[in-house]
Nanobody, 127 residues
Framework: QVQLVESGGGLVQAGGSLRLSCAAS????????VGWFRQAPGKEREFVAA????????TYAESAKGRYTISRDNAKNTVYLQMSSLKPDDTALYFC????????????????????WGQGTQVTVSS
């Protein structure tokens, strides 16, 4: 059974940084990709970034480019989201999710395309 466990969230001042972790277990993920999403109160779940386990190809939402970096440690089955220059608008519950590799970049953006989800970790950015 696939399990995803997020950690690393917390309260940070605007301009600060956080590194989120997503620890995955339960299967071999070589043909999968991991995405990060976020959801603020009253808003829809929003794509942030995704990375393939094999090869390391990644893609980012426009709001994340230049400030966030997604990476993976295959030996630890863990994917990271390094976030810097945080803004109050980044405040949300952040989720990681797993899907099979697709060769269309747009396939990574839609939450419905992901098969497994973690419980989320809260990020709060104060002004």
């Amino acid at each position: 059974q696939v399990q995803l466990v997020e950690s690393g969230g917390g309260l940070v001042q605007a301009g600060g940084s956080l590194r989120l972790s997503c620890a995955a277990s339960g299967r071999t993920f070589s043909s999968y990709a991991v995405g990060w999403f976020r959801q603020a109160p009253g808003k829809e779940r929003e794509f942030v970034a995704a990375v393939r386990w094999t090869g390391g190809w990644s893609t980012y939402a426009e709001s994340a480019k230049g400030r966030y970096t997604i990476s993976r440690d295959n030996a630890k089955n863990t994917v990271y989201l390094q976030m810097s220059s945080l803004k109050p608008d980044d405040t949300a519950l952040y989720f990681c999710a797993v899907k099979q590799v697709a060769y269309s970049e747009t396939a990574y953006v839609q939450p419905r395309n992901y098969d497994y989800w973690g419980q989320g970790t809260q990020v709060t950015v104060s002004s």
